[in-house]
Every structure is written in structure tokens, then in C-alpha cells.
């Protein structure tokens, strides 16, 4: 009974989710081209018909291939839940590896394979077919899967120890695993963040010391100002992959690098630059790196807190598809780990607009920062400019933009930075 009550509320919720994206996509498409033949009033003197036109047709192309992905996504998942494709797929590693941790982490291998498989043609279309239309693709087909290939490479190094030591505990220490698996998947992240700029992020660009001398007195005049201390000032090879541009910072404690889109310099004034760099600086001196990461932490505990209970029920399994017991004497943690990482996305969707509204009151907070300690004006023009690059939609459906959108909407964003002004 409670199998089929999970059944059925693992249905109705996949359903909901289903109609509820279908409907902001279909507002969100319908606004933009309602919007397309002129551009909006506060953005006349700055952005050129044609660049909005692009906009609105690259955002569409980008919404319309956003639900062709999701209903093969669906397949997908109702195939390996509902349809017992994880049930084959556990019965067929078995007959290979037999019982153990091999089978455990063949497993995991094989749900990774398979479904990197299913997505390799779309990220294919993504870049040479999209993303080249629309003249921002730099990549060839061999750095496409050189790229790829360094990744799985990666994921094997990485991730299969990590999954590992997260089985082992499900096996080995208790009704408590899922406490002690949160302090070691909290320490990966973590060293995650010190190792990201130094060893992960080289493999794939080449980072150069920022060569321009008055930029970089700019800028450090800047950190000073703002107290803020970095290992250096780094340009990423971001063009030999796309047109489009960016600045960040990344790293840990006094591992804190800052690093340039090769693009983002080749199209920002000095001054946009250093008011762009701002703004990023504000998210960490007002502390919102480290709140996200206390709000990650907090939630992946709960989450695993619930997985450490649904381990335990027969009808969390069955109810989607899965027989635990078919494979005598084989424990099927590796099993609950993946139907968990299946299904916990169609249960926490309809949360997204308060994930979007904590990170919008972020943004804002990180413009007024900006606008304290450079020119909101410089600000503004670079938005402009970064929105005309990479062919931003100045007008999104407000309800879509409010599900999905980390950043506030144009207008309302620079509308707020120019009363800062």
C-alpha cells in the first residue's frame, strides 16, 4: 500500500512539474516575441534593434531546446524508475561483478555512463548547432571532446573514491552514516574550492597574469579600498570556447584568485571593468559566498538526513520501479543513491523562486556595493554592454524570470543602480 501511495505521488508530482515548466517556457517565449519589434525605452539609446532581435531569438531557440531536453529527461527518468530500467541495469552489473563493492560502484559507473551517453548528442547541438548559429561558439569538435574526455577522467579520479567512502559508511557505520557522510562530503567541497582554481580549472584553460599595467593598478587600487587580499590577477583563455564574457573570483581562505574573460577586456572600458570586478568583490565582502555555502551545507545534511531514512524503506524502492531484494546477500545502497538523486529534483522544483529571490537580494546588494565604491554609471554601461554581448533578453517573463533567474531582470536592475547613481 504505501508503495502505491509512493507510486502514485511520485506521478503527480512529476506531472505537476511537467505542466508548470511547460506553461512559464510557453509565457516566457510568448513575452520575449511580444516584446521583439522594438526595444525597450530605458535601453533605446544603447542597444541597437538588431542586438535585441538576437536576443529575443536566441533566447527562445535556448527555451524551446530547454523542453526538448526536459521531456527526454522525463523519459529518462520514468525509464529507469517506473519502468525498471535501474532494475535491469543492477541485475546486469551483478552478473559481471557479483557481490561487493565492485557491483556497488559498477553501478554507479554504468547509471553515469548511460545517461552521459544520452546527453552527449544534445550538448553536441548545444554548441555546434545553437550556439554556432548564433555566432557565439569558438570551440572545434576536438577540444569539444577533449574536454569531455578530460572530464570523465576527472569524474573517475575524483568522484569514484568519493563515492566509495560514502558507500562505505552506508555499509559500515550505522544508523549515523548519513552524519558522518555529510562531514566528508563537506570537507570535499571545501577542498574542492582550494584545489578548483590551482589544479582543476588549468586542465581546461591556459591562465595568464594580467599583463595591462594601469588595469591592474586599477584594480588593485580597488581591493585596497575594499580590504580585500587575492594570490593575482589572472585572463582565461575564455575565447577559444565562446564569445561570451565574464569575470569571477574563485578559491578559499588566502588561495583567492581573480580571473578575467579574455572577451570581458576586449569589450569593457577600464573603468566598466573595475566597477564589474566590484560587484563581484561586494558578494564576498558582504559575506554571501559564506552564506551559500552555510545554506548548501544545511541542506545537503537535511537531505542526507532523509536519505539515511528512505535507506531503511522498502516501499521508497519499490515504489519506483526497484526490487532490492532480487539479488540475494547484495545491499543496495549504491540503488537508494541514485533513485535519490533521480527523484529528489521533481520533489524540490516548485522551491526554485526562493533560491532565485535569495540570490537576486544578493545581486542587489552586490550593485549597491559597487556603486559605493566605483562610478554606478561605469556599472551600468558594462551591464549594457554584457547583456548586448551575450544576447541577454532585456525583457523575460517575470514569472519565469522569478523561477529561474539568479540574476534581477535588466531593467529592474539598472533602474535600482542608476537612483545609486
Known amino acids: 500500500m504505501y ?52 536576443a529575443a531569438d536566441y533566447t527562445v531557440a535556448k527555451t524551446k531546446f530547454g523542453l526538448l531536453g526536459l521531456l527526454i529527461n522525463t523519459v529518462v527518468l520514468v525509464g ?4 525498471g530500467g535501474l532494475q535491469w541495469l543492477s541485475v546486469a552489473v551483478y552478473q559481471y561483478t557479483g557481490p561487493g563493492m565492485t557491483y556497488q560502484l559498477a553501478l554507479m559507473a554504468g547509471f553515469a555512463l548511460i545517461t552521459g551517453l544520452i546527453d552527449l548528442p544534445f550538448d553536441y547541438y548545444k554548441q ?9 561558439n569558438k570551440m572545434t569538435p576536438g577540444l569539444f571532446f577533449a574536454d569531455l574526455l578530460k572530464g570523465v577522467a576527472l569524474g573517475a579520479v575524483i568522484g569514484l573514491p568519493l563515492v566509495w567512502v560514502v558507500l562505505t559508511l552506508m555499509d559500515k557505520a550505522g544508523g549515523l552514516w548519513w552524519l558522518y557522510a555529510w562531514f566528508v562530503w563537506s570537507g570535499f567541497q571545501l577542498l574542492m574550492m582550494v584545489l578548483f582554481p590551482t589544479v582543476i580549472a588549468p586542465l581546461f584553460n591556459k591562465f595568464t597574469p594580467l ?17 580585500f587580499a587575492s594570490k593575482g590577477l589572472f585572463v582565461m583563455d575564455g575565447s577559444k570556447r565562446s564569445a561570451h564574457g ?14 578575467f574573460f579574455d572577451t570581458l577586456l576586449a569589450r569593457l572600458a577600464p573603468q566598466e571593468i573595475e566597477a564589474v570586478l566590484a560587484h563581484e568583490l561586494g558578494h564576498f565582502k558582504l559575506k554571501h559566498i559564506i552564506k551559500r555555502i552555510a ?6 545534511l537535511a537531505f542526507l538526513a532523509l536519505l539515511g531514512y528512505l535507506k531503511t524503506q522498502l516501499w521508497f524502492y519499490t515504489g519506483l520501479g526497484v526490487d532490492p531484494l532480487l539479488l540475494p546477500g547484495q545491499n543496495s545502497d549504491a540503488m537508494v543513491l541514485l533513485l535519490f538523486m533521480l527523484v529528489l529534483p521533481v520533489f524540490t522544483f516548485l522551491l526554485g523562486p526562493l533560491t532565485s529571490l535569495s540570490s537576486r537580494k544578493h545581486e542587489f546588494e552586490a ?4 556603486a559605493r565604491h566605483t562610478d554606478a554609471n561605469d556599472l551600468v554601461t558594462a551591464l549594457v554592454k554584457m547583456y548586448e554581448d551575450n544576447a541577454s533578453t532585456l525583457t523575460p517573463d517575470p514569472l519565469h524570470s522569478a523561477f529561474y533567474d539568479s ?3 535588466a531593467s529592474v536592475r539598472i533602474r535600482q543602480l542608476k537612483l545609486a547613481a
Open 3 to 54: 508503495s502505491l501511495a509512493f507510486s502514485i505521488l511520485f506521478v503527480s508530482f512529476l506531472i505537476l512539474t511537467l505542466l508548470v515548466r511547460f506553461w512559464l517556457a510557453s509565457r516566457h517565449i510568448r513575452h520575449v516575441l511580444r516584446h521583439r519589434a522594438a526595444v525597450p525605452a530605458e535601453f533605446a539609446q544603447t542597444i541597437p534593434l538588431a542586438a535585441h532581435q538576437k
Open 80 to 83: 529507469f524508475t517506473l519502468l
Open 128 to 136: 555546434f548547432g545553437m550556439e554556432q548559429r548564433f555566432g557565439f
Open 211 to 227: 599583463a595591462d599595467e594601469a588595469l591592474k593598478a586599477r584594480i588593485e587600487g580597488l581591493m585596497a579600498r575594499v580590504g
Open 246 to 259: 565574464n569575470a569571477y573570483f574563485s578559491g578559499f581562505g588566502a588561495n583567492k584568485r581573480i580571473v
Open 295 to 300: 545554506i548548501m551545507f544545511a541542506l545537503s
Open 367 to 370: 550593485d549597491a556595493f559597487a
Open 407 to 409: 540574476h534581477p531582470p
